[in-house]
Every structure is written in C-alpha cells, then in structure tokens.
C-alpha cells in the first residue's frame, strides 16, 4: 500500500476515533466476522443522552461515504476506470479479473461488518436521548440511512447476506450463526430502513449546516436501491442470479415514486454549467448538490489526488466517446452534422456539449499559474508513465488553477455524492420499464438534463426517436426509449462511478464480453512527440486497442455477477452456504 493510501486510512480512522471516542480491536481472520470486543465495554455510560451526543457519534459514519481515492503506485484511478466506458492500467483489474475465491474476509469487503455493527449500536442506544425532538429524530434518521447504505454495499457485491437488524456480542449465538436471508428480503430491508429514515430526517432546506444528510437524500437512495433490484431482477429473470417468481416491477414502482418525491418537492433544480459541477472548491449553495464531501486538502492532506496524477492510467473508450448525440439530436451513425472521429481538433464539433466538458482536445486549458501563465493542451500521452492508453483524456474533475498557497494544482474540489440530475434518470428510467413512461414523465426528468443551459439539446420525443442502427448489444432488444434514456444516463453521469452497477444490473456483459476496448484513432496529433509509434497497438481501422497484447474481456456471466463469500467465512458459519452461483 502506498505511503497516501496509509495516510487517507489513518486519517479516516483517527477522524472516527476523535468522534466516537471508541476503539474497536480489529480480529484476526480466524475470528468470526461479527464477534468482536464489545463496543459497550469502551464507552461512557453518560453517553448517547442528548441531542448533541447524537449527532457526535453519527458524524463518525460520514467518514465511511465515497471519497476521493488516494494516490496508489503513483496514481489514482478515475471513477468507472475499468469498465467499458474508461479504461484503467491493465484489462487484469477489470473484467479479466481473478476469478478466485478469496481465502479470508480481510481480502474482501466482507469487512463492511464493522461499519453495520457501529451502526447497530449506535441505533440500540437512540432511544436514551432526550431533548429536542427535531434534532433528535433527524440524528436518528441519519443512523437509519447509514445501515441502508452499508446493506446496498452488501446486496450490489454478495446478493444475499444476513439481516443483523441489532447490537449483537458474542453471546448471541443466534445472530452469530445466521444464515442469507434472501436478495430482495435483503432490498425490503433497505428499503424499510429508508422509510424509516424518511420519516425522521429533516427536509434539505432545513438543515443549518451541509453537507449532511436530508429527507430528500433518503428519497433519492431509495429510489437508487429500488431501481437497482428492480431491474437486476427483471434482466436477471430465469436466471442463477434472480428471484424466483419476481421481474422486479414493485421496486421499480417504488423508484419512481420516490424520485418523483424528490421531483415534486421542489427543493433542487440543475445547475446551469454542466462542465463546472466536478471542479469546485465547496458546493454548499449549488442547486443541484443533495449531498456531497467537501476537502481541505492544505488542513488535512485528504483531497482530489486525480489532480497530481493526470490522467492516472485512464481513458475513455471509443464506445463511450461515440455515445454522446450530434446536436441535431441524432446518434452519430446517422447525422449529418457528424464529422468523424479520427481528429480530436474537431472531434467535438457539432456534439452534444457535455463531451467538451468530459473530453480533453487541443487547445482545452491545462494548468494557470498565478501569475496568469496559461498551459494549453495539444496531445494525449498514450505511453509511459500514467498515460492516457486509449487517447481520450478527462476533462470532468480537471481544476487548471494553480494555488498560492501551495504553487500546485488544487487538491480541495469537492467529492460529489448525489446530484438531482440522478433523480430525473431513475424517474425516466424506471417509468419506462414499467412500460407507463409518457411525453409528460419525459418532459419533467430527462428533458430538463437536455435543456439545462449549458447544453440546450432537442428533447426527446415520444414516438419520434431515431433509430440507432448501432444501437448498444445487451443481449437483448429494448423499446427505444429505453436505449435512449440508457444512453442518456452513460453520458450524464460519466466517469461519476454508476457504471458498473450499471452494467451489473442490466445483465449487460454482451457489450464487451470478447471485446476489447478501443480508443482514439492514432493520428499525427496522436504521435506529436509523447508517443513510440511501435509501442502502439491499433485495430484494423487504426484505433488504438492498449490491451489487444494481453487478450479481450473474458467475463465470466455464470459467477460474475456476485462475488463469493470468503473461504474462511464459511468454514466459521457454516450456514452462509450456499456459495453464490458458479463459485
């Protein structure tokens, strides 16, 4: 592990010491998973009694949200790195992966048991507090949406798992030895645990001091969850991975219901500038930010380590370059204001405006030095040292500003968590595999991303979208609004981390399965003076395919899609078994 990995680990875990005032022994491998010392036996008795306490002791869980990643072997990786969408160092960490079964939970994230057991203490001891009522049931609420979010950890890795819905030591053999309960029991317990928190939490306009968790937050991961299982088992359907009996049509009623909750109340709107959402210092005031991680990087040495490392191994594919729309509205395939792929000097004429705020060209800012010095992109680095191996730089978390302070770039942009332009795709999206999506449910979600300001797209019309004839390969045919609110989704939220779950959920592995991925087509501008030309691997178009020397994706669809239980888990607790599908 690298000496920043240490760091934002230590400095985590020093943050949750300082709040909680707990110190939990950590077990060898050969201890069961939930006996560990007992969290009662190192706290004050005196605790847990006002408002106040509560919140000290919830604001340890935020350290446990999405971070920035910490610079690992001299670079950090992209979110959605080693997907099909953007390609990391090696296919090896994507979906050539190790198809092993890991011998011990340390190795795994069977390890998020901890965080469910402070939670779980946490929540037996609520009930102690007294004052405020208000304050008190908020603190409450946020103690409810923390186990649901470590229970969505949970379902998206392993499926099912067992529901620990309390404090447990190592007396309760019961707990101790419980078997899985069911994926979707599990997803009803998530869901249970949302409502709950719905019904505490406090609405976003009336917290004092964010980012913190609101009503609204809880709304827009209920629907994340319920969209999630919804359609995981509708595509999983007759499958390994399904649920007997379900196509999953209740949760997806049950995501649209709660995003168009979120809709309805009208506390969030989009942001103008789509470009400037992912490069700023501070998002408090942002109409679109429903919650978020703020940094400090200069006070704590935690921050944006994308910065220092660009661009960090990783490049957008060709497939995901090749989504975004013609401004006409009209896929690539079949516009005539498309002017080809083979310049990246022009690559972004006459293209949806959310590709010039995601790709890097020629030209594009790349660093501004106080004294007003301007540093211009003019071509990818394609080898050697944290290379860009497809072409296709980032420009989505790119800050150029050199600060005083540091006389480097900024590590202090802030982590985005959840934005309401997810609200509006999980609305759209779940409307229309319920199959009852209008013009109307159409026009109050997806179109307001099309219209927002800084890309001023043509709105998608019902009964009047055009064909893609290259239209993405699920495996299976969808209507075309669905693969249009699909590829909306890909391109509003690219590089944001939902890809993989994505592609996990729609059962997509037909998109790359025996593929490799491609990147930009290699040009002279390619070449300039960053690039070997013999090192380079092309296809037969001459596109750049950075792996076709190592072998295509090889996912394995019959066990891919959960990963197994570590081996020593279930020697422990015999009755996890059985193993998930193909391990």
Known sequence: MSHSKKKNRIMKNIIKIIILGIAISLSSCEDDFLVRTPLDDITTENFYKTAQDLETAVNAFYQDLPGWAGVGNGYSQMPDSNTDMITGETPSSGFLGNYSIPTSSSGANWGWWDEVREVNFYLDRVDQAEGNETDINHFIGEGYFFRAYHYFNFLSKYGAVPIIDKYITDKDTEYLFKGRDPRNEVANFIISDLDTAISLLKSFPDISSTPRISKEAAQLFKARVALYEGTWEKYHNGTDFGVAGSDGTEFLEIAADAAEDVIDSEVFSLHDDYGSLFNQIGLKGNSEMILWRDYDYVTLEIGNDLQVSWPNRSSYTRFAIRSYLCTDGKPISVSSDYVGDQDLSTIETNRDPRLAATLMVPGDLVRKDTDGTE?????????????????????????????????????????????????????????AELGTITQTDLDKSINKLRLRPSVNMPIITLGNITADPDWPNYGYSLTDILYEIRRERSVELMAEGFRLDDLYRWRAHSLFDGDTPRGAYFDDGIVNSNTNASEVLLDSEGYLTPFAGDGNYNFDESKAYLSPIPADELILNPNLLPQNPGW
Do not use: C, H, W
Not at 377 to 403: C, H, L, M, W
């Open 375 to 431: 540093t211009y992109f003019t071509a990818p680095v394609i080898t050697g040292n944290n290379a860009a191996n497809g072409g296709y730089e980032s420009q989505k978390y790119r800050d150029p500003n050199i600060e005083a302070t540091t006389g480097q770039v900024t590590r202090s942009t802030s982590k985005i968590l959840m934005r309401y332009a997810e609200v509006l795709l999980i609305y759209a999206e779940a409307k």
